[in-house]
């Protein structure tokens, strides 16, 4: 088809293109004689027409006329012509096969068959039904009538054979086969032999009542002429003459109506078979050209009247199958290289002459023009091959199964013992394609280089052709890879896409260097933009090499990006301006407000992201192989994004600053703060993102051999660091100034709150500031971002807690002002942790605030509160010391429920310190229930007096009546004062000892304990007071409290005697 091919695919059916190859066409006077063939054919019909096939010859000789493109007067003419000729002789080739289940007509059960057939030419008329029961030598002349072999002694006998039987009118004519039984003259002791059973007993007596030598009638069979098709091929009943055994068999026949002597020129000058072969290629031509969606997609599939007619013309001409099918393949071979249909259709041709082939059925000039064929065919095929993208369109439908089909249909024909035996040296289609698809593809790319050269020869104008070309290289390397690839590995074993790529990479890397040698530092920005598009083309089409089998050779794109290094330095510079001004233009444009429902930041922040994700773009797409090269691009790119980081910054306050001066509320103002905050917060985390998005870990890896990891770090980390701490401070700036238009508030409503009336609640005292607070920290928080909102809560906290210990430090404490206070302090403590959606409580729980809260506690606490603290404190302070620094005491004690008794067993004290003269002690252990205004009626109870000891045995008991409740309460326990007795002077203190009423044995039992017995010792190492204590002191201040004075006073006498220094 080569290039005038092309054309049928955009021609529609019918169309005659000037440039089509016409080659199948035939001039008039072979169109004329083929005609006068086909016509002749139709008007000697023979045989009932099948059900699929056109019986009407008037649709027959219609359908010709098309087909043969014959106006009505030419078919007139040569209609009248065929007429005239004499008429063929018509013959019945009837072929006998077998038969079965045969009657056994000898002594042994078997018959030794054979048939007699020919045709009766008087078998209508009266006496019709006589005849049909009559044998053939009876009916039909001797020299007319046609034997079979005899086979001897079966039932199933197989014979085979075929004989051709002239008749003149096949409405009269009927064909007749009688099937006999063979017997010759055997002695009676022979047939004795075969005697096998009281049947073949029988068979002797009836055999010799009859003539010796004489046949028996085995059945027969009898069919008209006009009730067989052109072609039949089935089984027969065989027909009795009598009643008697009318089961007697069935018969294989076979038959064929064909002619002899047809008087057609073509038919006396030309073989068969070559007659066919025109006739198929004209007829099927003609199919193709009607076909309604166009040759390409026409299958093979002829319609009835062109089936007929071509079925009628082979069994007339007795082809046989081998030859029919040898006419088909060199008819549809030859149109398929004119008119391009579904390949597919030679699939059957090429299976069925390989298993019909057999080249002693050949004559020479017939293998001669077979083996043309396959090489055509093959010359042909290879040929579209080498232009498939030209011949097989992707947006062409079924392009694909049309290339699939040929190629299967190239590989199949290769394989054939036809092709091995007529064609030698045997093509090796697999390199044949291989190379076809090389030279293509070298062709497709000049043309497509050629298209797209631009009018106008400059720079800029190369490098946009370049990049057009660059496309379509790379389009076409997809197309191989992802859809022809599969085609070529299924049927040839052959790597399109890898031949492909090697070519088209080899003629893109010396076709881009030629146009790029003008390239210098001092191109124009139009020429460095076209050259970056050719870059990331290019780029692309070498990331296609990871797609390429196992390569040991460098490929010639290896090293492009050196062709672009002139160019860098634009390329960057471009994304820097292009960046920087639309961040300039987007801070210029931002109104300052959320610019969605559920964000708080504005505009410009986004125009920001996008500027970025530009810039890192660029990065990607530059892909820079050379790592050293690749590092200073990054450092400059950098740079850059800080650069307009900081300068973002700068603007975005200028511009709240310029709107806030025509605007005189300050609670916009306030707004405006808090998105600027929100927008710098924002572009910090773009800056954070930066090394993972500009992937600098791929970096410093890739650049380990050239860069030092110290030099990675000081120049790109520190870059970003410097940046980064730069926006904090920006931030800080604007938290801070927003934090210092509350702070001033939260100020005055505390001082408000420390000099209202002691009279009123402290709930109602710091309302005003709570509601100054929800008010004005709910409008902050839904304009801040949570970290920016955290951070101006932090600042404001660390005011208020400064500002609470100033209103407590301002005058002596009353229980009511600090009651105030500390209510204060809890509110806001919730407030700002707002049930975890502000500070968390780390946070919040400050030394400052620790401190704060626990005095403001001690001080909002009653009297007798703090006194109960003070016991709670001088437990703990029991619990935690294990030192016996100033000696122990050990007891028993014991609680029964029942009497709502205490039993307390003082066993002895120890290492004593010596408060004597005489190096010892006179010491004595003093017991008290504390606080004492909780046990008011219990005594205090004493020891006897031990002298001169430093380790004194009591073993004294002790009963105290006391409530199981009050044992519970905070801070009661059993005071043990171990006292040095002196007579002349107070009581030297020995030490102190706390024991918790809270874990008494037997409080929490429900039943008593037998006996203290079996209570556990418990020793108490000896403590002294503190000498300053913030309890004493609040309760010292408390002076119309005499209860408050009384202990204090106590406690004071023991402090005295304490040897704790601090």
């Given at each position: 088809?080569?290039?005038?091919?092309?054309?049928?695919?955009?021609?529609?059916?019918?169309?005659?293109?000037?440039?089509?190859?016409?080659?199948?066409?035939?001039?008039?006077?072979?169109?004329?004689?083929?005609?006068?063939?086909?016509?002749?054919?139709?008007?000697?019909?023979?045989?009932?027409?099948?059900?699929?096939?056109?019986?009407?010859?008037?649709?027959?000789?219609?359908?010709?006329?098309?087909?043969?493109?014959?106006?009505?007067?030419?078919?007139?003419?040569?209609?009248?012509?065929?007429?005239?000729?004499?008429?063929?002789?018509?013959?019945?080739?009837?072929?006998?096969?077998?038969?079965?289940?045969?009657?056994?007509?000898?002594?042994?059960?078997?018959?030794?068959?054979?048939?007699?057939?020919?045709?009766?030419?008087?078998?209508?008329?009266?006496?019709?039904?006589?005849?049909?029961?009559?044998?053939?030598?009876?009916?039909?002349?001797?020299?007319?009538?046609?034997?079979?072999?005899?086979?001897?002694?079966?039932?199933?006998?197989?014979?085979?054979?075929?004989?051709?039987?002239?008749?003149?009118?096949?409405?009269?004519?009927?064909?007749?086969?009688?099937?006999?039984?063979?017997?010759?003259?055997?002695?009676?002791?022979?047939?004795?032999?075969?005697?096998?059973?009281?049947?073949?007993?029988?068979?002797?007596?009836?055999?010799?009542?009859?003539?010796?030598?004489?046949?028996?009638?085995?059945?027969?069979?009898?069919?008209?002429?006009?009730?067989?098709?052109?072609?039949?091929?089935?089984?027969?009943?065989?027909?009795?003459?009598?009643?008697?055994?009318?089961?007697?068999?069935?018969?294989?026949?076979?038959?064929?109506?064909?002619?002899?002597?047809?008087?057609?020129?073509?038919?006396?000058?030309?073989?068969s078979y070559t007659v066919h072969r025109h006739l198929l290629q004209q007829l099927v031509s003609y199919e193709i050209l009607q076909h309604q969606a166009g040759s390409i997609s026409w299958d093979g599939e002829l319609s009835r009247h062109a089936s007929t007619v071509l079925y009628l013309h082979a069994t007339q001409k007795d082809l046989s199958d081998f030859h029919q099918v040898m006419a088909q393949w060199l008819a549809y071979s030859k149109l398929y290289q004119s008119l391009e249909f579904n390949s597919n259709c030679l699939l059957h041709q090429i299976t069925s002459i390989e298993y019909q082939w057999a080249q002693e059925r050949l004559r020479p000039e017939q293998k001669a023009e077979l083996a043309e064929s396959f090489q055509s065919l093959l010359t042909y095929g290879v040929s579209l091959i080498r232009r498939y993208r030209i011949i097989f369109p992707l947006s062409v439908?079924?392009?694909?199964?049309?290339?699939?089909?040929?190629?299967?249909?190239?590989?199949?024909?290769?394989?054939?013992?036809?092709f091995h035996e007529l064609c030698t040296p045997n093509p090796d289609l697999t390199q044949m394609v291989s190379t076809a698809l090389k030279s293509g593809t070298t062709e497709w790319f000049h043309m497509k280089q050629q298209h797209l050269?631009?009018?106008?020869?400059?720079?800029?104008?190369?490098?946009?052709?370049?990049?057009?070309?660059?496309?379509?290289?790379?389009?076409?390397?997809?197309?191989?890879?992802?859809?022809?690839?599969?085609?070529f590995i299924n049927t040839l074993k052959l790597n399109v896409f890898f031949i492909a790529y090697l070519e088209l990479e080899s003629l893109v890397a010396e076709h881009v260097q030629e146009q790029l040698r003008e390239v210098d530092s001092s191109m124009s920005k139009p020429t460095a933009e076209s050259l970056f598009q050719l870059y990331m083309n290019l780029q692309e089409l070498y990331r296609m090499k990871n797609f390429l089998p196992n390569r040991d050779k460098p490929l010639a794109l290896s090293n492009f990006h050196q062709w672009f290094k002139e160019a860098v330095p634009q390329w960057l510079q471009k994304a820097y301006t292009i960046a920087l001004e639309r961040a300039q233009r987007a801070v210029q444009m931002d109104q300052l407000t959320p610019f969605g429902e559920h964000n708080k930041h504005s505009t410009s922040t986004v125009d920001l992201s996008t500027c970025y994700a530009q810039i890192v773009k660029t990065w990607q797409q530059l892909n820079w192989p050379d790592p050293e090269e690749a590092f200073m691009i990054m450092v400059k790119l950098v740079e850059d994004m800080c650069k307009i980081a900081l300068m973002y910054c700068r603007l975005i306050k200028e511009r709240a600053e310029a709107l806030s001066l025509s605007e005189e509320k300050?609670?916009?103002?306030?707004?405006?703060?808090?998105?600027?905050?929100?927008?710098?917060?924002?572009?910090?985390?773009?800056?954070?993102?930066?090394?993972?998005?500009?992937?600098?870990?791929?970096?410093?890896?890739?650049?380990?051999?050239?860069?030092?990891?110290?030099?990675?770090?000081?120049?790109?980390?520190?870059?970003?660091?410097?940046?980064?701490?730069?926006?904090?401070?920006?931030?800080?700036?604007v938290v801070q100034a927003l934090a210092t238009k509350l702070e001033k508030g939260i100020a005055r409503h505390i001082q408000e709150l420390s000099s209202s009336s002691d009279t009123q609640e402290p709930e109602d005292s710091i309302s005003p500031l709570m509601k100054f607070l929800e008010s004005e920290l709910q409008y902050l928080n839904e304009h801040l971002v949570q970290e920016n909102f955290k951070s101006l809560l932090a600042l404001l906290w660390h005011h208020t807690l400064a500002v609470l210990s100033a209103a407590t430090e301002q005058q002596l404490p009353s229980v009511q002002h600090s009651k105030k206070l500390h209510c204060a302090l809890k509110s806001l403590e919730l407030c700002f942790h707002a049930e975890g959606c502000g500070l968390p409580l780390e946070t919040l729980h400050t030394s400052t605030f620790l401190s704060l809260e626990t005095h403001l506690a001690l001080c909002s606490s009653t009297s007798r509160q703090l006194i109960q603290k003070y016991f709670s404190n001088r437990l703990q302070q029991q619990r935690d010391t294990s030192l016996e620094k100033y000696g122990a005491v050990t007891i028993k004690a014991l609680y029964r429920p029942s009497e709502q008794k205490l039993r307390v067993e003082v066993l002895n004290a120890a290492n004593l310190i010596p408060l004597d003269s005489n190096g010892s002690s006179d010491p004595f252990v003093q017991l008290t229930l504390e606080p004492r205004h909780e046990f008011p009626e219990v005594v205090a109870r004493t020891t006897q007096c031990k002298r001169n000891e430093l380790h004194p045995l009591f073993d004294e008991a002790f009963d105290f009546l006391i409530p199981p409740e009050k044992c519970r309460q905070e801070g009661a326990c059993l005071l043990l004062t171990v006292f040095d007795y002196d007579t002349l002077g107070a009581n030297d203190l020995e030490g102190e000892a706390f024991f918790p009423l809270c874990h008494l044995p037997g409080l929490d039992a429900k039943e008593d304990q037998a006996a203290t017995a079996r209570v556990p010792q418990t020793r108490l190492p000896l403590t002294h007071p503190k000498p300053t204590d913030e309890i004493l002191r609040l309760l010292e201040s408390r002076k119309g409290d005499k209860e408050a004075q009384a202990f204090v006073k106590l406690r004071k006498q023991r402090a005295k005697q304490s040897k704790e220094t601090q």
């Open positions: 088809m080569d290039a005038a091919h092309e054309t049928p695919l955009g021609t529609p059916p019918g169309d005659e293109s000037p440039e089509m190859d016409l080659s199948h066409r035939f001039t008039k006077t072979e169109l004329t004689l083929l005609y006068e063939e086909v016509l002749y054919t139709i008007l000697h019909r023979l045989g009932k027409p099948e059900h699929h096939h056109v019986a009407d010859s008037q649709e027959l000789y219609a359908y010709v006329q098309k087909a043969f493109g014959m106006d009505a007067e030419e078919h007139r003419v040569i209609m009248q012509q065929v007429k005239e000729l004499e008429s063929p002789i018509f013959c019945l080739k009837a072929t006998v096969k077998e038969a079965k289940g045969i009657l056994g007509k000898d002594v042994s059960g078997f018959s030794d068959p054979y048939c007699l057939l020919g045709i009766d030419t008087k078998s209508q008329g009266p006496a019709h039904k006589r005849r049909m029961k009559a044998v053939v030598k009876d009916l039909i002349p001797e020299d007319q009538i046609h034997r079979t072999q005899v086979i001897s002694q079966t039932l199933s006998p197989v014979w085979d054979e075929t004989f051709i039987l002239e008749f003149e009118d096949m409405e009269t004519a009927s064909f007749h086969l009688d099937m006999w039984d063979s017997d010759v003259v055997e002695s009676v002791r022979h047939k004795l032999g075969e005697l096998t059973d009281l049947h073949g007993l029988k068979r002797i007596f009836k055999d010799a009542r009859k003539d010796k030598g004489q046949d028996d009638f085995l059945g027969n069979v009898v069919l008209r002429l006009k009730d067989l098709h052109c072609w039949d091929d089935r089984w027969y009943q065989l027909e009795p003459r009598t009643e008697t055994y009318p089961n007697r068999g069935q018969c294989h026949l076979q038959f064929l109506m064909t002619h002899k002597k047809r008087a057609t020129t073509s038919s006396r000058t030309q073989p439908p079924r392009s694909l199964e049309r290339l699939q089909s040929l190629l299967r249909v190239l590989l199949q024909m290769c394989k054939m013992k036809a050269k631009p009018m106008v020869k400059s720079m800029e104008e190369n490098g946009k052709a370049l990049s057009r070309l660059l496309l379509e290289v790379i389009g076409d390397l997809q197309q191989c890879q992802k859809i022809w690839n599969k085609f300050e609670a916009e103002a306030a707004n405006r703060l808090c998105i600027v905050v929100n927008n710098i917060k924002q572009l910090r985390l773009l800056i954070l993102k930066l090394p993972s998005q500009l992937d600098w870990a791929q970096l410093e890896q890739r650049t380990g051999d050239v860069i030092a990891q110290q030099q990675f770090q000081h120049t790109l980390h520190c870059q970003l660091d410097s940046t980064v701490s730069c926006l904090d401070h920006e931030i800080q700036d």
